[in-house]
């Protein structure tokens, strides 16, 4: 694996750990050797994650909607920042330019993000590992509310085991490491468990 994209909010969250938790994914991934690959912005724990990368002397590829570039304030300081014309063409490139999917907290443009990056890879579009980083139990609940989807046979097992869980980015990275896809995409065989 060679790049790692961050989601997280655009915020910074109620908790000071939010904040030492994206400062320590950022360094975290370039003292890895890793790139860091996310959405563009200087604002939240989206220029906390990237400003610690940098700091660790790693590589940092942001990616913003130029609709965005106002709201959002693109980061002045990567290594490449590419405009975009469109929220889909972002995440578009996001995904194709990263070997795996970190969702520190963040709202509801976080959960989209990874949702939507765990559905391609449900899908059997990519293998790419997608994982939450679960600081002071932020995703407890999201994580309950999946194992009830899962009992309740909306989503299989060998679905809601894609998704890694950790409490700290190297333990994070160490899974994205050993993962392994599952070998039959949700479409191709009914009968999966
Ligand atoms: P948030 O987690 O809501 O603070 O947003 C984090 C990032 O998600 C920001 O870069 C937003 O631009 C992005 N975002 C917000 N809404 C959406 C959406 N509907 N689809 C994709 N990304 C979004």
Redesign the pocket.
Known sequence: MKSICV?????FGTLEAYAEAAKTTGRVIAENGYRLVY???KV?L?GTVADAALAAGGEVIGV??KS?EDK?IGHEGLNELHLVGS?HE??ALMADLSDGFIALP????????IF?VWTWGQLGYHEKPCGFLNIEGYYDHLLSFLDHQTQEGFTKKVMRDMAQVALTPEGLIDQFEKYKAPSTPKWIKKDET
């Open positions: 989601f997280c909010g655009s915020s959405g563009g912005a939240g989206m913003l909607p965005l959002e929220m972002r995440k963040g709202g509801v443009g976080t959960l989209e993000e939507e």
